[in-house]
């Protein structure tokens, strides 16, 4: 299921109506924008959906004392750093390679 917000974001650029896109009559600037894979507008949704909802939920529980001083936060797992780095390798490859091939 696609979010609303990435719906909205991505018509604007991909759509000929859309007032970001380079295919309408008359772009922005008089240039318009194109977006090559769709890098942009995922980019750009993701971006705004993280600060918004930094913006909403706040800081984490136990991030400052009483005093509104920051509290350093433990270490993380290092093997976790390693899959993590390792599954979003592995995925940008597959999307990269993808749109390659399409191209």
């Known amino acids: 299921m696609r979010h609303p917000l990435a719906s909205a974001c991505s018509l604007q650029v991909w759509d000929v109506n859309g007032w970001l896109s380079a295919h309408r009559p008359d772009p922005v600037l008089g240039i318009g924008m194109i977006d ?8 750009m949704s993701a971006g ?18 009483s005093n509104g001083k920051p509290v350093a936060i433990a270490g993380h797992s290092a093997s976790l750093v390693v899959l993590g ?19």
């Open 48 to 65: 705004l959906c993280g600060f918004l909802g930094t913006l909403i939920i706040g800081p984490r529980i136990g991030r400052f004392d």
């Open 85 to 103: 780095t390792c599954v979003i390798t592995d995925e940008r490859g597959e999307a990269l390679g993808g749109i390659l091939v399409e191209a």
């Open 36 to 43: 090559f894979g769709g890098s942009a507008v995922v980019h």
